[in-house]
């Protein structure tokens, strides 16, 4: 498992933060801001294999889209 998958733990936690109102804005926006980074990791890992089904051109255009 890559290291940055563990940041993935921050995305319930800018939940919580978020209905509870614990910490400033500046806080929860950092927080959501580092729940973020996996998430766009994951997707580029997604259209990568999606790629690999749909070929080279509509694999390519689902990057450019996404991206």
């Given amino acids: 498992m890559k290291k940055?998958?563990?940041l993935l733990i921050f995305i319930p936690i800018s939940i919580v933060l978020h209905y509870i109102n614990i910490g400033?804005?500046?806080?929860?926006?950092?927080?959501?801001?580092?729940?973020?980074?996996p998430l766009a990791?994951?997707?580029?890992?997604?259209?990568?294999?999606?790629?690999?089904y749909t070929?080279?051109?509509l694999g390519g255009i689902f990057k450019?889209?996404?991206w």
């Avoid at 400033?24 to 980074?37: N, Q, Y």
């Avoid at 997707?43 to 790629?51: D, F, M, P």
């Fill in 55 to 57: 070929g080279a051109k």
């Fill in 41 to 52: 990791a994951l997707l580029g890992q997604v259209t990568e294999e999606l790629s690999k």
């Fill in 24 to 37: 400033g804005p500046s806080v929860r926006f950092l927080i959501t801001a580092l729940a973020i980074v």
């Fill in 4 to 6: 940055i998958y563990y």
């Fill in 64 to 66: 450019r889209n996404i």
